[in-house]
T-cell receptor, first 109, second 113 residues
């Protein structure tokens, strides 16, 4: 059983569309992070959210941390082919960084 | 900064052989993590160290797996004997203890035939 459940697992959309990826858990996390991974590379941090209800924006990406610090979402506006990749959420529990299964995003031109 | 350096990038070995994966963390980082990534199970935490001391190895699948960190600039993950089900990409990551950002190496793709 995954501590962090991501949905959807796969997403294929056209350039210009909007999308939202979800990361849910029954556990509370002191912080939650979103990473992006490209083929043949390790994950790279996009953002860290710490406070319940926090919203952070990174260009066309909007990240939200749930009020209870158990869930998070990543929203991409006007997706571009360069957004293609594996998006991973990760929760910090006492120094351990636990990852969700990931969402494989494909943006077609 | 060279980032986290892992070697080798690719390893193909026969079942039963010993495999050693190597990691050099970012200088100054005092936490080091070993992960395994597969399609079926995603990114699993195997073990992590703080100040060269193993803190949690509950993710190590079985006694065939062992990890060491003899100093702040080097860690190894050893599999002995290796089995085909160990085939995966193994990542090392490092961070400042207590900080949120983990920096990953490029991984070692292990294939056991």
């Amino acid at each position: 059983t995954q501590l962090l459940e991501q949905s959807p697992q796969f997403l294929s959309i056209q350039e210009g569309e909007n999308l939202t990826v979800y990361c849910n858990s029954s556990s509370v996390f002191s912080s939650l992070q979103w990473y992006r991974q490209e083929p043949g590379e390790g994950p790279v941090l996009l953002v860290t959210v710490v406070t319940g209800g926090e919203v952070k924006k990174l260009k066309r990406l909007t990240f939200q941390f749930g009020d209870a610090r158990k869930d998070s979402s990543l929203h991409i506006t006007a997706a571009q082919p360069g957004d293609t990749g594996l998006y991973l959420c990760a929760g910090n529990q006492g120094g351990k960084l636990i990852f969700g299964q990931g969402t494989e995003l494909s943006v077609k031109p | 900064d060279a980032g986290v350096i892992q070697s080798p990038r690719h390893e193909v070995t026969e079942m039963g052989q010993e495999v050693t994966l190597r990691c050099k963390p970012i200088s100054g980082h005092n936490s080091l993590f070993w992960y395994r990534q597969t399609m079926m199970r995603g990114l699993e935490l195997l073990i992590y160290f703080n100040n060269n001391v193993p803190i949690d190895d509950s993710g190590m699948p079985e006694d065939r797996f062992s990890a060491k960190m003899p100093n702040a600039s080097f860690s190894t993950l050893k599999i002995q004997p290796s089995e085909p089900r160990d085939s995966a990409v193994y990542f090392c990551a490092s961070s400042f203890m207590g900080e949120f950002q983990a920096f990953f190496g490029q991984g070692t793709r292990l294939t056991v035939v």
